[in-house]
């Protein structure tokens, strides 16, 4: 039986970041994860601003090293298609800031945190070990893995989607108006003919509502493919994701010609997403959730890499706390559960509402018609939805005259990036 201050399940963003803050603040940590890096993992692989701007926060080498990758595509903005073929574009460009997004397989993404986990010291890390059971004991927690135990005072769920410390500790149970089911498949030689390659496209199809399915350009002329759809309306509605998503490249009017000499370069893989659209319980006794452990998904993206990343460097901050106070209990932990919600929810509820909007193909077909026709309300929504100080001033009726007018408030202070406040 080993013993450790820190456990943590899981060395994806969530696991790399809390372990590599902890280490950075000279705490030993134990951090375990059941596949051996690199390794894949399901997603659409976006990465939004907010990621660049959480590993700065994690650690600014890690920024650097990212810097470094030849394997990324930058994305310059997101095309939105409703059923009828109407679009509109959305542009980083055209945000206040500069903002950069990219899209970079999680094989590389993964492996970039890896690569830093490997180089810190105090970090005591074992892949290819699998956690099965974590039970909790006098003044800890009893953790069991294919291949030994551990005592841990504090444990980190950062396992994912499927994750064990989530349901054996906090009880978590799937619930399908809050989860989404995707799938992904890569392909190659995919036909960008219509516009430049820079920018990651959804497809709004009726028979896949309220969801959508994407086309993201990767480097190397390869594409991330995928479809996700809310688990809830898959039950509802009988949806076969992989017909759907089958169907639409091979036989869609404008998708299928873009196809036509396209290579898929894997079968078609699902993972569950779970969503951030409601308050979880993120701790307990003797643990913290981060990640998808802890259900943080937007609910209209499916972004979930930088809450993951959040939710990790929130996590080794109140760990540092815990040591120097020796509480670990459920009621000191729940500061843990009360600074990650005060960061995230106020974007997490506009998205939730955005995701019931679209829960109808009409519904996105008029919002579309209306955004793509009418220059003003595009340029708007430009301004507003890459401004990351909408979601702190979302309830201030003077900050929607002043983006409507282009006045700015009096500047008492330097201005600060809000997501790097967060
Ligand atoms: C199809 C799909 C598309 C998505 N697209 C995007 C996107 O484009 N952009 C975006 O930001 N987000 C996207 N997401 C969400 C994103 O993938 C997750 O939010 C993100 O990976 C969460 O990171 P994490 O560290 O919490 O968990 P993970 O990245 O899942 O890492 C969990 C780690 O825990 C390990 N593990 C699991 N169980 C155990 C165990 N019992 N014992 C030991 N180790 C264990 C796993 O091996 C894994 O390495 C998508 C998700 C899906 C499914």
Redesign the pocket.
């Given at each position: 039986m080993k013993k450790t201050d820190v456990l943590i399940?899981?060395?994806?963003?969530?696991?790399?970041a809390c372990a590599m803050m902890l280490a950075d603040a000279g705490v030993s940590v134990t951090l375990?994860?059941?596949?051996s890096?690199p390794?894949d993992?399901?997603?659409?692989?976006?990465?939004?601003p907010d990621?660049l701007n959480q590993l700065v926060q994690v650690r600014p080498a890690l920024r650097a090293h990212f810097d470094l990758q030849e394997k990324k595509q930058r994305i310059n903005g997101m095309r939105l298609v409703a059923p009828s073929g109407v679009h509109f574009d959305l542009m980083l460009h055209s945000a206040a800031e500069k903002l950069d997004g990219f899209?970079m397989s999680?094989m590389e993404f993964?492996r970039t945190l890896n690569e830093e986990v490997r180089k810190t010291g105090n970090i005591d890390l074992h892949e290819g070990?699998?956690?099965?059971k974590c039970t909790p004991v006098e003044g800890g927690m009893h953790v069991e893995?294919d291949q030994g135990e551990w005592n841990t005072r504090m444990l980190v769920g950062?396992?994912?989607?499927?994750?064990?410390?989530a349901k054996q500790l906090a009880g978590f149970e799937m619930d399908r108006k809050h989860y989404?089911a995707?799938?992904?498949v890569y392909y190659e030689n995919v036909d960008w003919a219509d516009h430049d390659a820079d920018v990651i496209e959804l497809h709004f199809l009726s028979e896949v509502s309220p969801g959508y399915l994407?086309v993201?350009p990767m480097e190397g002329n390869k594409a991330?493919v995928?479809i996700?759809m809310l688990s809830e309306y898959v039950s509802k509605k009988n949806v076969n994701l992989k017909e759907e998503l089958e169907k639409a490249i091979a036989t869609h009017t404008r998708l299928a010609p873009r196809f036509k000499n396209a290579q898929a370069l894997e079968s078609i893989k699902?993972?569950?997403?779970p969503l951030g659209s409601k308050k979880f319980p993120l701790s307990g006794d003797h643990f913290l959730l981060?990640?998808?452990?802890?259900s943080?998904?937007?609910p209209v993206?499916?972004?979930?890499?930088?809450?993951?990343l959040r939710?990790?460097r929130f996590a080794a901050d109140h760990i540092q706390k815990a040591l120097k106070a020796d509480r670990f209990d459920a009621s000191f932990n729940k500061a843990y559960d009360k600074r990650l919600y005060k960061a995230i929810w106020a974007e997490l509820r506009i998205s939730r509402f955005i995701q019931k909007l679209f829960t109808s193909p009409k519904r996105v077909e008029w919002i579309t018609r209306l955004i793509s026709n009418n220059k003003t309300v595009r340029r708007t929504i430009d301004r507003w939805l890459f401004d990351d100080h909408l979601m702190t001033h979302w309830n201030e009726p003077s900050y929607y005259w002043r983006k409507w007018t282009g006045r700015k408030k009096a500047q008492t202070t330097a201005p600060v990036s809000v997501l790097q406040q967060k």
């Open positions: 399940v899981g060395g994806g963003p969530a696991g790399s375990l994860d059941k596949a890096f390794r993992k399901i997603c659409g692989d976006a990465l939004s990621v899209v999680r993964d070990v699998r956690v099965k893995t950062a396992d994912g989607a499927h994750s064990v410390v989404c995707a799938l992904r994407w993201f991330n995928g996700g699902g993972f569950g997403i981060t990640g998808d452990a802890a943080l998904v937007d993206s499916g972004e979930g890499i930088a809450n993951a939710s990790g």
